[in-house]
């Protein structure tokens, strides 16, 4: 059987990594939606009809479990598709913004995610239930979009016009989006040393836990399928880029 893990592109390629630096040996179908991104500004109803047909679909190509390696859709859609795919594990990214309490807590910190995600009720939870009063949350409208576009020179003009002001300012920055890793090199080039905080890692752990729990671990070739909702062959040869650098 295989893990099931989307994003609106190819974000999720950042989570992927992550997952299979600690199962190798795991089949995975990565499906890349390309066609809707972004997912940022769209209102609940759209996303979370978005998740479920794109989990219906998963499902059907023999999924065990359900990796949404996407912020946005996570803090929108997970409580519906839990209850709707009950008996299936589904797991979800959500900003590292605990990380921050739990290790670096006295710190100046910078959450950069969608503003569907920073107005989400998820994450306003978690915020204020972690809030260290010297945190910054910035929604960068278009970021994901300008990255998932590949387009190097805007990205850096949008960091340069959002970030500047914080360049000395704070110390964490926390990566609320799956595309961001992808542009780190870009932001430490703005704000400098900062220390990054990504929810991937733990998600990978977490996943791992859950697979062993459930009976679920898999000695399989590792293989990993690619499906982007455009058919886009650029596309699957970045996705695959990413996949490898890393
Ligand atoms: N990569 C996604 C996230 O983690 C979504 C970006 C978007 O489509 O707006 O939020």
Do not use: W
Request: aromatic share 8%.
């Amino acid at each position: 059987m295989n893990i099931g893990i989307f994003d609106s592109g190819i974000g999720g390629s950042t989570v992927l990594k992550e997952i299979v630096k600690i199962l190798p040996n795991e089949d995975y179908i990565y499906y890349s939606d390309s066609k809707n991104n972004p997912y940022g500004d769209k209102n609940d109803t759209e996303i979370i009809e978005i998740c479920d047909n794109i989990v219906s679909m998963l499902i059907d190509r023999n999924c065990k479990v359900i990796v949404i390696a996407c912020n946005t859709a996570s803090a929108k859609a997970v409580d519906f598709l839990r209850k709707k795919y009950s008996n299936l594990p589904i797991i979800a990214i959500e900003p590292a913004y605990k990380m921050v309490h739990d290790y670096a807590n006295d710190k100046e910190t910078l959450v950069m995610a969608t503003r569907g995600t920073i107005e989400s009720e998820k994450f306003q939870i978690l915020f204020h239930k972690y809030d260290n009063e010297k945190t910054v949350l910035l929604p960068c409208i278009g970021l994901a979009n300008l990255i998932e576009k590949d387009e190097k020179e805007q990205i850096k003009k949008y960091l340069k016009e959002n970030l500047l002001q914080y360049k000395n300012r704070v110390e964490n920055v926390v990566l609320g989006c799956t595309h961001y890793p992808l542009v780190k090199n870009e932001i430490k080039e703005i704000l400098g040393n900062v220390t990054f905080f990504d929810g991937a890692p733990k998600l990978a752990q977490h996943l791992k836990y859950v697979l062993e729990e459930n009976g679920l671990l898999e000695n399989n070739n590792g293989k990993i399928e690619f499906i982007d909702s455009q058919n886009s062959k650029e596309k699957k040869e970045r996705f695959f880029e990413i996949l490898e650098q890393r």
